[in-house]
Every structure is written in C-alpha cells, then in structure tokens.
C-alpha cells in the first residue's frame, strides 16, 4: 500500500463550488504539506503544518484553507473554486527529524469548468 | 527574480550521453539542496540530497553545489531512457523549514 495517498485523483468541478482534497498518511510522519503544480511553474506551496495544532501559509495560500484533522490526515479545502484553481496538487510529508526529504502523494488532477 | 531558478528544457539527448541539469539561486542563507524526479504522472521522489558545498555521488548521478555562485548542477551519466523524467531542484535554508522548487527540467532519452 501507498505511504501517502490522496484522494479523489481526477475530479472535475464548477466554478463556484466547494470542494476538498484530502491526504492520508502512514509513514508517522509530523509534517504535511499541500502543493500544486503548473505546467512550467513547477511545485508551489499552498500550506504547510508541522504537527496538528500547527497550520502556516505558504506562498500561495490566497482561495485555499486547510484542516489537519490528526497526525496522518491533511486535507486541502478550495471554498469557491474558480477556473485559474486548475492545476495539479500534491501532499507531502516529512519527518522533523528529516524535513529536507519529503515525500509525495500520487496527485490529484483538479478542474475547475 | 524568483528564488530558485531552473531552464524547463525540455532537454533531449540520445541514450549513453552525459546530462548536465542546473539550478541557480539567490538566497545565500540556502543551506540544504536537493534535486526531485518525476516521473509522468506521479509525484515528485527525492534523488539526491546535499547539504552545504560540495559534491555527493550515487551511482551514474553527482549532485554538485556551489554556493560562492549560488549554483546547484545534477550530472547523469550514461543516461538511459528510464531516465526520461521532469528533474526539480530543491532548497531550503535549515531543516524544519519549507522546501522551495525551481520549475524542472524536463529530460528525454532516447534509445
């Protein structure tokens, strides 16, 4: 089984709508991050949290909230989704002890019509 | 100016050639570098990791760093096409602190 894994992978959504991505992980990792990625901008990060009472933005938090619920779940919330919101995200985790290598989901293909 | 600066390429070489990847930087308190591959259609997966100057190698990959120039390089050698993959390099400035990416390089072998 995946180490971290992400659900939904595709999905496609209006503008307008609420929609929430979430991560699991099972590697007892502290640190979880939320990414997207462009094509030909690489990964930018939305949010970051370093244990559960932890939440910080990163540098694209704006239309983006997040929720750590426990240790291995991170979910990633878009309020109003807008078109400019397609992209690619990624969740990622690291342990403190390591916070150089982090470790990614599979990804989920968001659209937003 | 971005922080981290990476050509997208995409780069093609045939299989065997040498592969030169490189990052530039501008924030000199970066301390921690690394280099990401991935594969189409899935997530980013640490290659190499580096910390301060200097070189590391593993197998047909050597990660260098220069911080005088603020300049990271990824060296693959005898490339194969299992290689082909998007190359992102990585930074941050101390461990507890969030990695900042360049855009990847998107990489071809062919056969």
């Known amino acids: 089984d995946a180490d971290v894994t992400q659900t939904p992978r595709n999905r496609i959504t209006k503008t307008g709508k609420r929609i929430m991505l979430e991560c699991s992980q099972t590697k007892g990792h502290d640190r979880m991050y939320w990414y997207r990625q462009d094509p030909g901008l690489g990964l930018q990060l939305i949010y970051y949290?370093?244990?559960?009472?932890?939440?910080n933005k990163g540098e694209i938090s704006d239309g983006y909230s997040v929720s750590r619920q426990a240790q291995a779940k991170f979910s990633l919330s878009l309020e109003s989704a807008i078109p400019n919101q397609t992209a690619l995200y990624f969740c990622?985790?690291?342990?403190?002890?390591?916070?150089?290598?982090?470790?990614f989901g599979p990804g989920t293909r968001l659209t937003v019509l | 100016q971005k922080e981290v600066e990476q050509d997208p390429g995409p780069l093609s070489v045939p299989e065997g050639a040498i592969v030169s990847l490189n990052c530039t930087y501008s924030n000199s308190a970066f301390q921690y570098f690394m280099w990401y591959r991935q594969y189409s259609r899935k997530g980013p997966e640490l290659l190499m990791y580096?910390?301060?100057?200097g070189n590391k190698e593993d197998g047909r990959f050597t990660a260098q760093v220069d911080k005088s120039s603020k300049y990271i390089s990824l060296f693959i050698r005898d490339s194969q096409p299992s290689d082909s993959a998007t190359y992102l390099c990585a930074m941050c400035n101390q461990a507890g602190t969030a990695l900042i990416f360049g855009k990847g390089t998107t990489l071809s072998v062919s056969s």
């Open positions: 949290s370093f244990d559960v009472k932890d939440i």
């Open positions: 990622a985790t690291s342990d403190r002890t390591s916070t150089d290598t982090q470790y």
């Open positions: 580096t910390y301060s100057s």
